[in-house]
């Protein structure tokens, strides 16, 4: 038979408003590593500043700079440093007064000559307060006045009118993240302070440590070695945990007793045996100090549904999976 060559593949040919995308997405990527590459002296300067007061970031910046500007703000407030965001319109008749000495201010402006940005700079300059300056223009009003200036490098804007705000606000919002994230590592801010901030949501849930949410000492099922199963079993039922601990003389956890073993050793005399010829040994076990989410990620590694909560060898708590379902952290 015949043969025929197979047929060349076929490139996509992207519709114009993929290629408008794309091209956009190139032009903000590459002031993004113009933006890394500029980084230098005064950056870390900047973050110094920041992370000396005793006071918050306020942060500040008039149309597209002012949206830049209230994501900053609750960006730095999310990882622990102290923000908010003032309107500058609004600092010029009466809100210039939610700005203390012990604050500093975070201005942007992609020109640095924004006007309605002049009473809060000036207010920064009679009082004393730190200014950092985030401007495209390192010989503008604005970086010329702030103790630290944050120029931007030049870069096409991705607007092919090159007059829309697009690459300039990409950079500075970006630049805001650095500085969020540079304070966050400097000040040692760890997940369970993330926790504090973020109590709701997925994320708040994934934090919660395994101490919220397990069942305290007065509701363990706890008995000693020489229990027989016969009371052992009423004192499980009663809890309905579907395990029991078995504590020594000084309340060391010396092993469990889960439904599993119960089936295990289903017999004539069983519930004349005592609960230390029973018990599983040595179970694994959680701290209090745990997160949840690593809790329940080992119950599904090792198939099972309870964990005794113990501290310097005692058990402290109880967790069930049930409890992690209830909470939203599965």
Known sequence: MPTTDA???I??????????????LATEAEGLRLLADSLDGAFTA??????????????SGMGKSGHVARKIAATLASTGTPAFFVHPAEASHGDLGMVTQDDAVVALSNSGETPE??????????????????????????????????????????CPLGLAPTTSTTMMLALG?????????????????????????????????????MHRSDELPLVPPSTLMSEAMVVMSGRGFGS????????????????????????????????????????MVVAPTQLAAEALQIMNAR???????????????????????RAGVA
Do not use: C, Q, W
């Open 303 to 325: 198939k099972i549904t309870t964990f005794f909560v113990v501290e310097d060898g005692r058990p402290v708590g109880l967790l069930h999976i049930h409890d992690l379902l």
């Open 244 to 283: 029991l601990g078995i504590v020594d003389a000084v309340g060391r956890l010396l092993g469990i007793i889960t439904d599993g073993d119960l089936r295990r050793h289903m017999a004539p005399d069983l519930l004349g045996r005592t609960v230390e010829s029973v018990m599983t040994a040595n179970p």
């Open 7 to 9: 047929p060349d593949a």
């Open 11 to 24: 490139t996509e040919v992207p519709t114009p408003a993929v290629a408008a995308a794309r091209r956009t």
């Open 177 to 213: 993240d650095a500085l969020a994230v540079a304070l966050l590592e400097r000040n040692g801010f760890t997940a369970a302070d993330f926790r504090v901030f973020h109590p709701g949501g997925k994320l708040g849930k994934r934090l919660l440590k395994v101490n919220d949410l």
């Open 46 to 59: 900047a973050v110094e500043s920041l992370a000396s007061i005793k006071g918050r970031v306020v942060v």
């Open 117 to 158: 940005l002049s009473d809060i700079v000036a207010y920064t300059r009679r009082f004393a307060i730190p200014l950092v300056g985030m401007t495209s223009r390192g010989g503008s009003t604005l970086a010329l006045a702030s103790d630290h200036a944050l120029v931007l490098p030049p870069a096409a804007e991705a």
